[in-house]
């Protein structure tokens, strides 16, 4: 059993059963609440459903700070209650996922026999969902290298690349529900009207623009965090604009996603990829 917490400021404490900070309980990782909305009319046995939504987590934990001696013991205090401050945002990882969180609680009470500290967190969880630790990327439209080094070219030529065969592709979502993905175009040539589709639900997002090479569009379908930026080496601009209206910023199911890329113009110079995080109910 194993933990490490990272606050905003970068400043990480891992929480394992050996020395220093030796974690003896840990829960709220496997179980989440919901809130059911119903609806019930007058005489009515029993309500209407209408819908559900998932609750904050809550993550507690317990353990004592193991020390040789008081000294030891309160240098070991300090560091701990820097590092879960409750002025800052952090980041939980834990059996392979990862979790953004809020420190609602930390402190320490002292056994009157031992004299030992011990530790408790109580971490809020706005998202109730572990996620991967490393982002899922998926290429929907690239070039593919077709040499190695060492490298020795004929007399009669060679191919260094070969274009993706087909537009369509298969995302899967290894997680337990959606979730919202960051989709990028990049033109090597001139490009217009870029889009996606997804041909599971009939949902697109498309671009009303016309690209030139080397630039890039990305658009992020999260929930509450949903743009369209432009970027021009360091510079990021707003580029909602260019958004077609009937464009709907979909969410990648539980499961296998099927997509498929086009343009108006010069669709075999659109490159095309997609990042995301899948999302877990617990761990």
């Avoid at 630039?215 to 990021?236: N, P």
Wanted: hydrophobic share 40%.
């Amino acid at each position: 059993m194993e933990l490490t917490y990272t606050n905003r400021d970068g400043e990480s404490i891992t929480l394992k059963q050996s020395r220093p900070y030796f974690l003896m309980k840990i829960d709220g990782t496997g179980n989440i609440r919901q809130t059911v909305n119903t609806f019930k009319a007058p005489d009515q046995d029993g309500a209407f459903y209408i819908s559900s939504t998932l609750d904050m987590r809550n993550i507690t934990i317990e353990g004592t700070v193991v020390a040789d001696t008081p000294d030891e013991a309160y240098k070991r205090r300090q560091r701990f209650l820097q590092i879960f401050s409750p002025k800052l945002l952090g980041t939980l990882q834990y059996r392979e996922r990862q979790i953004s969180c809020v420190v609602e609680e930390a402190g320490f009470s002292v056994s009157n026999r031992q004299r030992i500290p011990n530790f408790f967190v109580s971490l809020l969880c706005p998202s109730p969902f572990f996620e991967t630790l490393n982002e899922v990327r998926e290429e929907l439209a690239s070039w593919i290298p077709l040499f190695e080094f060492e490298l020795e070219i004929p007399m009669t030529g060679m191919e260094f690349g070969m274009r993706q065969p087909s537009q369509i592709i298969t995302v899967e979502n290894i997680g337990d529900v959606s979730c919202g993905c960051e989709i990028v175009f990049r033109a090597l040539g001139t490009v217009s009207n870029p889009e996606l589709l997804n041909i599971d639900t009939g949902e697109y997002i498309r671009l009303l623009t016309t690209m030139s090479a080397g630039d890039e569009l990305r658009v992020y379908t999260h929930f509450a965090g949903k743009r369209v930026v432009q970027i021009d080496g360091s510079t990021i601009t707003n580029a909602f604009s260019l958004l077609d209206t009937n464009s709907v910023f979909f969410q990648l199911a539980a499961g296998l996603n099927t997509l498929r890329y086009d343009a108006s113009v010069n669709m075999e110079l659109l490159e095309v990829s997609i990042y995301f995080r899948p999302q877990f109910l617990g761990v």
